[in-house]
């Protein structure tokens, strides 16, 4: 840069100051005032300052509280290994295939993500409801009497979001698959590996690190979403982000809703950390 | 051999025929039922009728969707000149604290959507300004949300930009200011209007804050139609799903034609 640094040393300040002020006073500060918080005793909405693990007891020894937060977390996995498995191939075929129309496709692929997930999960409710398309076809072919209950139900909630979250995990492995060296799955077939051997024991190994990351994003959206188990599910499928909000906005009972929010803090940067350690291993091999 | 290579690839088709059958089926769906002539979501779809169209764009339903409209456009703008200081920071500067800053402007893409929204209404709350519940707080929350989405995407433009153009017009005897204006500025164009339209984008299509900050009255579409389906899944609400689908991705068709969206969309995940 022709500009001198030294002369310009402030500038950088400059162009920050505003924007991490504002990002510090509404983001940060809320975020850290929400963790400690949790820490607290409530008197309804409002924190007393009297530290306490009440909170998180609560959370911890009632079956029901239980429940949600074991739900969310097996939701979460599901989701993350449902996604990976559906997208991988997706990805190898849109970064393979040499097929015209190649940029719809992907396009396609990735237009959900233009959709509010209420406009994705609506569609689901329509097919699996007691009246929905499933049951209607299903009876129309004499195949069943009565209609099948498929909602509310967790396998419906893991359903909706891996509809939702699976473009997350094609742009994840699509990347992946960009960056590996042709060269190397070459080298394979030349020296008389098969096509489907290559894939095995070169191309798959060696985008392991863009799978374990669509994994993780699809687990990490999926365990704070709100929509999907709101529509899908019902009173006894519960996951975190419902029972939040109705300790938030229903029953204003904050205390358990901060705390629940605190272990969806922790879990995210758990999660962060875990995905950067997995960057940098594969930086180092 | 022939056939025994083409026979994966074979198989391989079939499977992504069938995946892109379950990503665009419930969308399908949802549209067919929209037309329902039947005050039910049936499918398949009894009658035809255009009559839940025409409720979508009774009031009841053009206000929510004029006030997200709205919020969107708004928020897209501030965190476009929030942002464009923001990425030449980061593209153009060493300083000390450059990580830290970073971390935070990035955060609200790691921290889910749902805790910042709690977070910021308990935050509010809490320091008295429990009165800018509402406008205010989905403003501020819907800026928080998308700015990560401008920055990164004004940071790549910057990046992608060989230094040596700005350095030939300084060096024809350019002030830094004409540079700015007349080198710089146009040649990261696209990639502002590309992050304005992901800002847009994630803010029109947001639910996990709105749900927590947003007061009745003033509800983005998503909220108003959640709350609708508390009252059952009325064939309305499947036209307006559609058109809040059909609005983002006019806006990207359009930018597309322009400025090639697509290719940001793809570096920034490459970029991660």
Redesign the interface.
């Known amino acids: ?3 001198s ?1 030294q002369r310009r ?1 402030w ?3 400059l ?2 100051a ?3 002020g ?3 006073f ?6 850290a ?2 963790l400690s ?1 949790s820490l607290m005793e409530y008197d309804g ?3 007393t300052g009297e530290w306490t693990l009440e909170n998180f007891e609560l959370l911890l020894t009632r079956p029901l509280y239980i429940n949600a937060i074991i739900r969310t977390f097996v939701v979460g996995g599901a989701v993350g290994l449902l996604v990976v498995l ?1 997208s991988y ?2 990805a ?2 849109l970064v393979r295939t040499t097929s015209l129309w190649r ?1 719809l ?8 993500l ?7 999960t ?6 699996l ?1 007691r ?3 499933i049951n ?1 076809v299903l009876q129309s072919l004499g195949m069943i009497d009565k209609p099948l209950i498929m909602l509310p139900s967790t396998v419906a909630i893991v359903v909706g979001l891996t ?1 939702a979250l ?1 473009p997350y995990g094609v ?2 492995i ?2 992946s698959l ?2 590996l060296n042709p060269n190397l799955e070459r080298a394979a077939m030349s020296l008389g590996a ?3 051997r290559t ?1 095995f024991a070169v191309t798959l190994p060696l985008t392991a690190p863009g799978i374990v990351g669509g994994f993780l994003l699809a687990f ?2 999926a ?5 999907t188990p ?2 899908l599910g019902g009173p006894s499928t519960e996951v975190m ?1 419902t029972m ?2 109705n300790f ?2 229903s029953t204003l009972d ?1 205390g358990p ?2 705390a629940m ?1 605190a272990i ?2 922790v879990s ?2 758990a999660l ?1 950390l875990l995905t950067s350690w997995i ?1 940098d291993r594969r930086r180092e091999a | 051999m022939r056939a025994g290579r083409l026979q994966p690839w074979t198989l391989l088709v079939a499977c992504v025929v069938a995946i892109y059958g379950f990503i665009l089926g419930p969308i399908a769906i949802t549209t067919a039922v929209s037309f329902n002539a039947t005050n039910r979501s049936f499918f398949p779809p009894r009658g035809f009728s255009l009559k839940w169209w025409g409720e979508a764009f009774a009031p009841q339903w053009l206000q929510p969707l004029q006030f997200s409209l709205e919020l969107a456009a708004l928020t897209a703008l501030i965190a476009t000149i929030v942002g464009v200081p923001l990425a030449f920071a980061f593209a153009r500067h060493e300083f000390a604290g450059k990580g830290l800053i970073r971390a935070i402007t990035l955060g609200p893409l790691i921290l889910p959507t749902l805790v910042t929204g709690i977070a910021l209404l308990q935050f509010l709350t809490t320091i008295g300004l429990g009165r800018w519940m509402g406008y205010w707080a989905l403003l501020i929350g819907h800026v928080v949300i998308c700015l990560p989405f401008s920055v990164r995407t004004i940071a790549i433009s910057l990046q992608a930009m060989p230094g040596s153009v700005e350095s030939a017009a300084a060096g024809l005897g350019a002030s830094p200011l004409r540079v700015l204006r007349h080198v710089t500025l146009p040649l990261i164009t696209p990639g502002v209007f590309a992050g304005m339209s992901f800002a847009f984008i994630h803010s029109f299509t947001d639910i996990n804050l709105s749900l927590f900050v947003a007061k009745p009255g003033q509800r983005p579409i998503t909220v108003a139609i959640l709350s609708f389906l508390d009252f059952g899944f009325a064939p309305t609400l499947a036209a307006l799903s559609i058109i809040s689908l059909l609005i983002p991705l006019l806006l990207v068709a359009l930018l597309g034609r322009f400025i090639g969206i697509g290719n940001f969309l793809y570096q920034e995940q490459a970029r991660g």
């Not at chain 1, 496709?105 to 959900?112: E, N």
């Not at chain 1, 233009?114 to 994705?120: E, G, K, N, T, Y």
């Not at chain 1, 365990?223 to 929509?227: E, L, P, Q």
């Open positions: 840069m022709l500009v640094n040393s500038m950088p300040y162009l920050v505003a924007p991490a504002f990002l510090l509404f983001f940060i500060l809320p975020a005032s929400l918080a909405s409002l924190p559906l191939p997706l190898y075929f940029n496709l992907i396009a396609v692929s990735l237009a959900p233009l959709a509010s997930v209420i406009v994705r609506y569609g689901w409710w329509v097919i409801n009246e929905g398309a209607s509809h699976l742009l994840t699509m990347a960009n960056g098969s096509r489907t894939f990490a959206i365990i704070s979403a709100y929509a709101a529509i982000a939040i909000r938030m906005v904050w809703g901060a929010g969806l803090i995210a940067i962060l960057g």
